[in-house]
C-alpha cells in the first residue's frame, strides 16, 4: 500500500506541474483594468517560459511536500502523543519525588513545599494527590498488587500490553475516590458520573471492559509481592524469583476506564484487598499554563528549590511541536529563493524595454512595479493549487497509513490533523513574501544602455 501512494503522489504532482501552462494563460487574457506594470510583467513572463515554468514548478513542488509533510507529521506527533497515557491534561503540572521509596511522610512534606514553590511562579487553581503504588515504589519493586481475572477465559491481567505505560510515572495501580480522575480530566460528563457512582459504590474501574462480566463486576485478586521484592532488591535473576503469592480474592462492581493503562481501586476496594496505597504525586492546575518553551526552565526551578522534588509540565516537547513546522520553513526559504532568482534573471532581460519606458517619461517605480508583478504572479499560480493539493494528500497519508497498520502503535490514535493556522500562513503569507523579496531585489538605479555612435 506504500508503494501505491508514492506513485500516486507522483502522478498527481506531475499532473499539477503540467497544468501550470493552462492556469498561467488565464491571467494572459486581456483586461483593460491592468495596469501597465502588471501587463509588462506577464509578458516577460510568458515570453521567457524557460525560465517561468521551472520557477513555478519548483515553488508548487516545495511548498505540495511541505504541507504533506506539515499534516503527517502534526498527525503523527498527536498520534504519539495519546499513544501514552498521561497524569493530567496539557498545561498542568505533576508533582512527585526524585526517589518513590521516600517514606511517606518525606513524600507529603516535599509535594506540600513544591506546591507553594510552584504557586509562587504560577498560581495553582487547584490539586488533586494520586494515591496507589508504582512500579519503582521499592528497591525490589511494589510489594503488593492486584489483577483482574477475566470472567470468559479466566486469565489475569495487571495492566494492558497493547497500551503504553503512563508518560509521567510508571504506576501499576491507582487508588482513588474520583477526586484524581476528576482534576486528570480522564472522563468525559457522562462517563465521569457512571465512574464515580462505581467508585462511591466500593468498586473498581479497568482498562478493559472484557473484564467485566454480565453483572457488570469484576473478579480482582490481591497478590503478595513481598518476595519477589525482596529477591530483587538482592540482586536475583528474573528466572530466579518466587512465585507471587494470591493474598484474597473478591468481586466488585465495576466499569470501564480504557484511558489508563492500569486499574483504578475505591478506597473501599483497595481495603478488602489489602492492598497498599502512597501518595505518587500531585496534580497541579495553574492559572497560567507553562507552554512548551519555558517547561525546561520551569522544572529546573522547581528541582533546585525544593531538592527532592520533581515537576513534569504535561506537555509535548519542543522538538515534536518544531518538527513539523520545519517543512513549512523550508518550503518558504525555497520559495524566497526561486523568486529572488527570477526577479535577477528578470530584471537582466526587461532592462532594455524599462530604458524605453525611462526615456519616454515613465515613473521611476514602474521598473520596482514590474518585477513585484512577476513575483506575485509566480506565487498565486503555484502556491494556492500547492495548499490544496498537499492538503488532500497529507489526510490521504495518514488515512492510509493508518489502515495499513505500519505503525502498530500508533493504529487506533493515528487521525488527520490539519494545522489550519499553518496552510493558510503558507497560502497568504508567501504571496506577499515573494512580492517583498521582488521589491528588495529590484535595482533602484540603474544606468540606461546607451547606443555609441
Not at 467508585?199 to 453483572?215: H, R, S, T, Y
Not at 529477591?231 to 494470591?246: C, W
Not at 515534536?320 to 518558504?332: D, F, T
Not at 502498530?408 to 497568504?428: D, E, F, K, S
Request: proline share 6%; aromatic share 4%.
Amino acid at each position: 500500500m506504500g508503494h501505491r501512494l508514492v506513485v500516486g503522489v507522483g502522478l498527481l504532482e506531475a499532473g499539477l506541474i503540467g497544468s501550470l501552462p493552462y492556469i498561467f494563460t488565464r491571467w494572459r487574457a486581456p483586461n483593460r483594468r491592468a495596469s501597465m506594470s502588471m501587463r509588462l510583467a506577464l509578458r516577460d513572463a510568458v515570453r521567457n517560459g524557460h525560465r517561468t515554468f521551472p520557477a513555478m514548478a519548483s515553488i508548487l513542488t516545495t511548498v505540495f511536500v511541505a504541507c504533506g509533510l506539515l499534516i503527517t507529521l502534526s498527525s503523527s506527533n498527536e498520534a504519539g502523543w495519546n499513544s501514552r497515557p498521561h497524569a493530567g491534561q496539557r498545561g498542568q503540572v505533576f508533582l512527585s519525588t526524585v526517589d518513590k521509596t521516600d517514606s511517606v511522610t518525606r513524600t507529603r512534606n516535599l509535594l506540600q513545599s513544591a506546591q507553594q514553590v510552584v504557586d509562587t511562579e504560577r498560581t495553582v487553581t487547584s490539586s488533586a494527590i494520586m494515591n496507589g503504588m508504582a512500579w519503582n515504589s521499592g528497591p525490589g519493586g511494589p510489594e503488593t498488587m492486584v489483577e483482574a481475572v477475566n470472567p470468559t477465559d479466566k486469565s489475569t491481567l495487571t495492566m494492558r500490553d497493547d497500551m503504553g505505560t503512563m508518560a509521567e510515572i510508571d504506576v501499576a495501580y491507582i487508588v482513588d475516590d474520583g477526586t484524581y480522575l476528576r482534576e486528570a480530566g480522564y472522563l468525559n460528563e457522562d462517563d465521569m458520573v457512571r465512574a464515580i457512582a462505581t467508585l462511591n459504590a466500593g468498586g473498581v474501574l479497568v482498562p478493559d471492559p472484557k473484564l467485566i462480566n454480565g453483572a457488570g463486576q469484576a473478579d480482582l485478586r490481591s497478590l503478595d509481592m513481598s518476595a519477589i521484592a525482596a529477591a530483587k532488591a538482592a540482586g536475583a535473576s528474573d528466572d530466579n524469583l518466587p512465585d507471587a503469592l494470591v493474598h484474597r480474592t473478591m468481586t466488585f462492581p465495576a466499569s470501564p476506564l480504557t484511558r489508563i493503562n492500569v486499574m483504578v481501586l475505591s478506597p473501599q476496594a483497595s481495603e478488602a484487598l489489602g492492598l497498599r496505597a502512597v501518595p505518587l504525586g500531585e496534580l497541579l492546575t495553574v492559572d497560567k499554563p507553562v507552554n512548551p518553551v519555558d517547561a525546561p526552565s520551569f522544572q529546573t526551578t522547581i528541582a533546585r528549590q525544593v531538592p527532592g522534588a520533581s515537576a513534569q509540565v504535561i506537555a509535548p516537547t519542543m522538538r515534536s511541536l518544531v518538527l513539523p513546522y520545519v517543512a513549512a520553513l523550508i518550503a518558504v526559504v525555497a520559495a524566497a529563493a526561486t523568486v529572488a532568482l527570477v526577479v535577477a534573471l528578470s530584471s537582466s532581460d526587461m532592462r532594455p524595454d524599462l530604458d524605453t519606458l525611462d526615456a519616454i517619461g515613465a515613473a521611476p517605480a514602474m521598473r520596482r512595479h514590474v518585477t513585484t508583478w512577476q513575483g506575485v504572479v509566480l506565487a498565486l499560480n503555484a502556491i494556492p493549487t500547492a495548499v490544496l493539493s498537499g492538503l488532500i494528500v497529507g489526510v490521504l497519508a495518514v488515512i492510509t497509513f493508518a489502515n495499513s497498520g505500519i505503525f502498530p502503535t500508533l493504529t487506533t490514535t493515528l487521525r488527520p490533523i490539519v494545522p489550519w493556522g499553518a496552510l493558510l500562513g503558507m497560502l497568504i503569507g508567501m504571496p506577499i513574501l515573494c512580492a517583498l523579496v521582488a521589491i528588495i531585489l529590484t535595482p533602484r538605479h540603474q544606468k540606461r544602455i546607451r547606443r555609441i555612435n
